[in-house]
């Protein structure tokens, strides 16, 4: 395994702090007290927390080792699919630190807060200029919560109109999400097939489409890394009967600089700035899933609304016939700042360019290991390829056992099982951030995998072996997670 990333590094094992914990150690020196010893509230006297003692070095052996058992895009490739996993340069994390941005209080006032809403205003300008839309807002809080946001507003509209609509379209690739947030706005999902080439068929829409039938939700380019080659075709025919087209943006980074959705007929749209726009994401952490709309929808934007008169900005909330709030305060402004530092830095250019070399990693993969993986769609794909184990089932090796296999080979395992419409899904989204020496070290680790898969197949159905936990029951720790080490 020389060569490939390494896996056998010094990693430690630890008790839990509870074990390790000792009467009287404490981490931190406290300066003598100058006044007398006092219970905080006497009524809790005897009932003291129940706190690890450790000493300072524990501490920070002990999170530093947890930083270590984990893994991050900082460690090595992640080449996860649909989740853009690529690097965060550092100086968006220094300017979203700045004590002025970090600092600002949600109820200072606009007057105090002229920097925080110049920022706002100025990056729902930049999303304009980049999805091709007249207005946006940046309040949702993610994807998923983007789309609620642009359902509701095709909700508003709708019943703005006179009459509301009973169901959306939503294709096979569709993330789940789509369906979700549809529903929650009362919409009940009418599912349709991609056809053969993995891309929509004007025809299944128009099958479909009614006066019953509020719009459709699209992903471009869709969850198979294809570029839905027929959009403007299915927004006429979605429109012609009175729909509108919410577009699914997460895949933005394959087309930013080179298509506008909005000039493709889409009527509103999220962008994952999570994904696309730079802000580590994949622990839980706050995103940020700013939704841009047409002209007709910017009435029932959420509130409230940044303005701009002359040099000064103001939140607004006058909007009549605004869906209302989403968020506390104004949504996650640390992943702004991030996203603002992010295309400032990276200008037009830089961000058309990234989007180009995510396109060319994906495709150089798809085509280095076409001949080791099934590829079910053998087309140019956008910034992911989708492969399967099609061939790996004549040995009884499954793309859980690849993935997992990956593991020891140093190498995050792209998405799995993702999207539905392919059996056994291999999804790799290499990013742009890749170098080729570490994408060509990935593409050897899957031929050397699918070698293994025929000559000693145990080596991956006992995979990962150089792992600190080795292969899991999936169903127990779903069910039953040790949360203590
Ligand atoms: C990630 C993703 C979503 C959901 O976005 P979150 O930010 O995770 O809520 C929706 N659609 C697609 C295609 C995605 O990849």
């Not at 300072?56 to 270590?68: A, P």
């Not at 946001?149 to 959306?168: P, S, T, V």
């Not at 993330?175 to 991609?194: D, F, Q, R, V, W």
Request: glycine share 10%.
């Amino acid at each position: 395994m020389n060569n490939r990333p390494g896996t056998s590094g010094l990693i430690f094992n630890e008790p839990n702090l509870w074990d390790k914990s000792r009467e009287g150690r404490c981490a931190v020196s406290i300066p003598k007290a100058d006044v007398e010893r006092a219970d905080l509230d006497p009524g809790l006297t005897g009932e003291t927390p129940d706190l690890p003692q450790l000493s300072e070095l524990d501490v920070i052996r002990h999170y530093t080792r947890l930083s270590q058992w984990n893994f991050g895009v900082d460690s090595g490739m992640y080449p996860l699919g649909s989740c853009t996993m690529k690097y965060n340069p550092k100086t968006n994390e220094v300017q979203a630190a700045r004590q002025g941005f970090a600092g600002a209080h949600p109820l200072a006032g606009d007057d105090f807060s002229q920097g925080a809403l110049r920022l706002m205003y100025n990056l729902e300008q930049y999303i304009c200029e980049i999805t091709g839309f007249p207005a946006a807002t940046l309040q949702p809080a993610a994807g998923a919560h983007g789309e609620l946001a642009g359902m509701l507003m095709i909700h508003a509209y709708h019943a703005k109109k006179g009459k509301q609509r009973l169901k959306i379209i939503i294709p096979d690739t569709a993330h789940g999400t789509n369906p979700a947030s549809a529903t929650l706005c009362g919409y009940e999902s009418i599912n349709i097939k991609s056809g053969e080439k993995g891309i929509l068929e004007p025809e299944a829409v128009a099958a479909v489409m009614d006066e019953e039938t509020a719009g459709i939700m699209i992903t471009n380019p869709n969850t198979l890394g294809l570029f839905e080659e027929n959009i403007r075709e299915i927004c006429d025919i979605v429109h012609a009967k009175g729909g509108l087209v919410y577009g699914d943006g997460a895949n933005m980074n394959a087309i930013m600089g080179i298509v506008k959705p909005g000039e493709l007929g889409i009527d509103v749209l999220h962008l994952n700035l999570h994904k696309t726009f730079s802000t580590p994401h994949g622990g839980g952490g706050p995103g940020s899933g700013p939704v841009s709309v047409v002209e007709d929808l910017i009435p029932f934007l959420p509130v409230p609304r940044v303005e701009r008169e002359l040099d000064s900005y103001r939140f607004t909330t006058d909007c009549p016939d605004t869906i209302g709030r989403l968020h506390t305060f104004y949504g996650h402004f640390g992943v702004m700042v991030r996203t603002y530092a992010y295309i400032l830095s990276m200008g037009a250019e830089g961000l058309t360019d990234a989007s180009r070399l995510a396109v060319l990693n994906a495709n150089y993969i798809k085509e280095s290991l076409k001949d080791t993986l099934n590829l079910p769609y053998d087309r140019p794909c956008m910034h992911e390829c989708v492969f399967n184990d099609q061939w790996q089932k004549e040995h009884h090796i499954t793309t859980m056992d690849i993935a997992k296999r990956l593991l020891d080979y140093g190498f995050h395992p792209p998405t799995v099982y993702f999207p539905l419409v392919v059996d056994g899904a291999f999804m790799v989204e290499p990013t742009e951030t890749e170098s080729k020496e570490t994408i060509d070290q990935f593409i050897d680790a899957v031929k050397s995998i699918a070698e293994e898969a025929k000559s000693t197949p145990e080596k991956l159905t006992s995979a990962p072996r150089l792992t600190k936990v080795t292969r899991l029951d999936e169903v127990t720790a779903a069910r039953k997670p040790c949360l203590r080490g």
